[in-house]
């Protein structure tokens, strides 16, 4: 059975795919028969299978060395393009992941969605999510990862638009597609340029390649940045982090999907290709700046979204922008231990407040408060989510954050120190969160507010249990560091940075005697800047969207006045000529004859004149 699980690790991704296909049949007639439930219902137990594949392939597989099998994807004469397969207790461990919390997304998905008659679109895009992510990281080749991606960015198109009849939805999604493309574009860039370099795109023989390679330094630079805006795009980092944001206006259980692991797939790439970014120092410190960047900024304006889902989608960008700064450091290991421990808590935070959101109609945190009498199963999952994003031992992500301060406080302590100090952002901005919605006496939208119903209440039950045992899985893995470094002082520091965050929130935001919003100047033009995202989308609007809307008009009118005139000149000299010479076309026999000696003259006469 090991070995036959093993040898159909191919199949993983397609049951997922086979799920979406099932959905197809529940066009609008026979929903109207059957209800949209066995859309939901089919797919759910397509991944249940490949969740079943991947725990039983993984047991198979633990303890021993990875391997590559390749499946002939393309033949043509000479021409054979083969889809390399990694198998290894790393690969496998990530499709139990995803079909893990696609399953759970699913099953709290039946609550949510419990009136929405789109379920056969939207679980078929689920289904479709679950493939891609499962075959992007089984696969080992860079130019089919592409292909993978580039199928993903169209999901989030499709799954952000769900709800197509309302207006905001259709410009989030156009406003994610179209940005999530901007990095796809530079990343198919580096793909063709780093082939001529190597002979191959398998992520393997790129590593056993890069440890040799003989490069100009200046050349890598410039392949590395192509290859590099691709995760840029995915993870939501800056300058391509508006897209997280707009598609906050899909339906929560897809957000579930998308905050966790969808945003993650640009990390596994960056990770995989991590050898090649070692080749040029110069790209190493961009990974890191665009990291730190992201992770600080991402961190700030959190604190002053009133918007509960998107306060909880800026966390994401800066969560990945610490993955991004575990690379920049040489530590991928570290990254995609981080990836674990924080999809798990992001999953569990997004289903917390999911269930408060459904029955309370509103996102405005303003309007929410004195939840935790009347929820507390809700309550104690944000709670452990947050302990489970933070670093506060014992739980996952402290194992990780320590470890990565650690080892990059021997060469940049200055960095260690920022870590320490997004950690602390992110306490404040999740207990911030934490007050306004649990704490505090009730409000008009929070008075009669009931506990979910058990579709929503038992994913997201196991998610909290999952959560906490996470550093046993750790410890399991030999993936805990030393007890003694709980009281390095770059764990002592992070601790700290826990308690000065929750703290000043909790200060704050549970004090009834402090009025809120805060109405201080400074706090006040503070509060508008991170709002607003620095501003970000007006810069947009006046540089890049400026600059493409001035070429569009130039070339426009380059194409009315330049191109059209050329084309409209040619049909209206045709349709005089061709009106012209009517009047010489009588069906006269005399008048041709008369015509052809005229001509005649007429051409001696010219030629005797030239003379």
């Given at each position: 059975?090991?070995?036959?699980?093993?040898?159909?690790?191919?199949?993983?991704?397609?049951?997922?795919?086979?799920?979406?296909?099932?959905a197809?049949?529940?066009?609008?007639?026979v929903?109207?028969?059957?209800?949209?439930?066995?859309?939901?219902?089919?797919?759910a137990?397509?991944?249940?299978?490949?969740?079943?594949?991947?725990?039983?392939?993984?047991?198979?597989?633990?303890?021993?060395?990875?391997?590559?099998?390749?499946?002939?994807?393309?033949?043509?004469?000479?021409?054979?393009?083969?889809?390399?397969?990694?198998?290894?207790?790393?690969?496998?461990?990530?499709?139990?992941?995803?079909?893990?919390?696609?399953?759970l997304a699913?099953?709290?998905?039946?609550?949510?969605?419990?009136?929405?008659?789109?379920?056969?679109?939207?679980?078929?895009?689920?289904?479709?999510?679950?493939?891609?992510?499962?075959?992007?990281?089984?696969?080992?080749?860079?130019?089919?990862?592409?292909?993978?991606?580039?199928?993903?960015?169209?999901?989030?198109?499709?799954?952000?638009?769900?709800?197509?009849?309302?207006?905001?939805?259709?410009?989030?999604?156009r406003?994610?597609?179209?940005?999530?493309?901007?990095?796809?574009l530079?990343?198919?860039?580096?793909?063709?340029?780093?082939?001529?370099?190597?002979?191959?795109?398998?992520?393997?023989?790129?590593?056993?390649?890069?440890?040799t390679?003989?490069?100009?330094?200046?050349?890598?630079?410039?392949?590395?940045?192509?290859?590099?805006?691709?995760?840029?795009?995915?993870?939501?980092?800056?300058?391509?982090?508006?897209?997280l944001?707009?598609?906050?206006?899909?339906?929560?259980?897809?957000?579930?999907?998308?905050?966790?692991?969808?945003?993650?797939?640009?990390a596994?790439?960056?990770?995989?290709?991590?050898?090649?970014?070692?080749?040029?120092p110069?790209?190493?410190?961009?990974?890191?700046?665009?990291?730190?960047v992201?992770?600080?900024?991402?961190?700030?304006?959190a604190?002053?979204?009133?918007?509960?889902?998107r306060?909880?989608?800026?966390?994401?960008?800066?969560?990945?922008?610490?993955?991004?700064?575990a690379?920049?450091?040489?530590?991928?290991?570290?990254?995609?231990?981080?990836?674990?421990?924080?999809?798990?808590?992001?999953?569990?935070?997004?289903?917390?407040?999911?269930?408060?959101?459904?029955?309370s109609?509103?996102?405005?945190?303003?309007?929410?408060?004195?939840?935790?009498?009347?929820?507390?199963?809700?309550?104690?999952?944000?709670?452990?989510?947050?302990?489970?994003?933070?670093?506060?031992?014992?739980?996952?992500?402290?194992?990780?954050?320590?470890?990565?301060?650690?080892?990059?406080?021997?060469?940049?302590?200055?960095?260690?120190?920022?870590l320490?100090?997004?950690?602390?952002?992110?306490?404040?901005?999740?207990?911030?969160?934490?007050?306004?919605?649990?704490?505090?006496?009730?409000?008009?939208?929070?008075?009669?507010?009931?506990?979910?119903?058990?579709?929503?209440?038992?994913?997201?039950?196991?998610?909290?249990?999952?959560?906490?045992?996470?550093?046993?899985?750790?410890?399991?893995?030999?993936?805990?560091p030393?007890?003694?470094?709980?009281?390095?002082?770059?764990?002592?520091?992070?601790?700290?940075?826990?308690?000065?965050?929750?703290?000043?929130?909790?200060?704050?935001?549970?004090?009834?005697?402090?009025?809120?919003?805060?109405?201080?100047?400074?706090?006040?033009?503070?509060?508008?800047?991170?709002?607003?995202?620095?501003?970000?989308?007006?810069?947009?609007?006046?540089?890049?969207?400026?600059?493409?809307?001035?070429?569009?008009?130039?070339?426009?009118?380059?194409?009315?006045?330049?191109?059209?005139?050329?084309?409209?000149?040619?049909?209206?000299?045709?349709?005089?000529?061709?009106?012209?010479?009517?009047?010489?076309?009588?069906?006269?026999?005399?008048?041709?004859?008369?015509?052809?000696?005229?001509?005649?003259?007429?051409?001696?006469?010219?030629?005797?004149?030239?003379?």
């Amino acid at each position: 059975m090991s070995h036959f699980l093993l040898n159909t690790v191919g199949w993983i991704p397609l049951y997922a795919l086979i799920g979406s296909l099932g959905a197809l049949p529940w066009s609008p007639g026979v929903t109207r028969k059957t209800g949209p439930r066995p859309a939901g219902y089919i797919n759910a137990l397509m991944t249940l299978l490949a969740f079943l594949h991947s725990l039983g392939a993984l047991i198979a597989i633990w303890g021993q060395s990875a391997y590559t099998v390749e499946v002939t994807w393309l033949q043509v004469a000479d021409l054979r393009l083969g889809i390399p397969i990694m198998v290894s207790s790393v690969t496998l461990g990530a499709c139990l992941l995803v079909t893990g919390l696609n399953l759970l997304a699913q099953i709290f998905g039946f609550g949510y969605m419990e009136m929405d008659w789109g379920w056969a679109r939207f679980y078929a895009l689920l289904g479709l999510f679950e493939g891609g992510m499962c075959a992007l990281v089984l696969c080992d080749s860079l130019f089919f990862s592409y292909m993978i991606l580039e199928i993903l960015t169209l999901g989030t198109y499709l799954l952000v638009g769900l709800w197509f009849n309302q207006p905001l939805v259709v410009t989030g999604a156009r406003d994610a597609f179209l940005t999530k493309r901007v990095g796809d574009l530079f990343l198919l860039m580096g793909v063709l340029a780093i082939y001529p370099l190597t002979g191959t795109w398998n992520f393997s023989e790129l590593a056993q390649w890069a440890e040799t390679a003989q490069v100009d330094p200046a050349l890598m630079t410039w392949v590395g940045l192509a290859l590099l805006a691709g995760p840029m795009g995915k993870c939501a980092q800056f300058p391509l982090h508006l897209w997280l944001d707009e598609a906050m206006e899909g339906p929560l259980p897809s957000t579930i999907l998308r905050n966790s692991v969808v945003v993650a797939t640009g990390a596994w790439v960056l990770v995989k290709l991590e050898p090649v970014f070692a080749l040029s120092p110069t790209v190493h410190w961009v990974v890191i700046g665009i990291g730190l960047v992201t992770a600080i900024g991402g961190s700030l304006v959190a604190m002053a979204q009133i918007d509960i889902k998107r306060a909880l989608s800026y966390s994401v960008s800066a969560y990945m922008g610490l993955t991004f700064i575990a690379v920049g450091c040489g530590q991928p290991d570290l990254a995609l231990q981080l990836v674990l421990t924080y999809a798990v808590a992001m999953a569990l935070l997004v289903m917390s407040v999911g269930g408060v959101i459904w029955n309370s109609i509103t996102q405005d945190l303003r309007q929410y408060g004195g939840l935790w009498s009347r929820r507390p199963i809700s309550g104690l999952s944000f709670v452990v989510g947050a302990v489970g994003m933070l670093a506060c031992p014992p739980l996952g992500t402290f194992w990780v954050l320590v470890q990565l301060a650690d080892q990059i406080s021997v060469y940049y302590p200055w960095l260690a120190a920022l870590l320490v100090g997004i950690n602390g952002l992110t306490a404040f901005s999740l207990m911030r969160v934490f007050s306004l919605i649990w704490g505090g006496k009730p409000k008009q939208m929070t008075e009669r507010s009931p506990e979910i119903h058990w579709p929503m209440a038992l994913p997201m039950t196991i998610l909290l249990g999952f959560t906490v045992h996470v550093p046993m899985l750790l410890a399991s893995w030999n993936l805990l560091p030393d007890f003694q470094l709980v009281t390095h002082p770059v764990g002592i520091l992070l601790i700290i940075s826990n308690a000065v965050g929750i703290g000043l929130a909790g200060l704050i935001f549970l004090n009834e005697r402090i009025q809120k919003p805060l109405q201080l100047r400074f706090i006040t033009d503070l509060q508008d800047l991170l709002a607003q995202d620095f501003y970000t989308q007006q810069l947009y609007r006046a540089s890049v969207v400026w600059v493409v809307d001035w070429i569009s008009q130039a070339v426009a009118y380059l194409d009315r006045v330049l191109v059209d005139g050329l084309v409209n000149l040619v049909g209206v000299l045709s349709v005089f000529s061709g009106q012209t010479l009517k009047y010489t076309v009588s069906g006269q026999s005399q008048l041709y004859l008369l015509a052809i000696p005229l001509g005649v003259i007429l051409i001696i006469l010219v030629a005797f004149g030239s003379i």
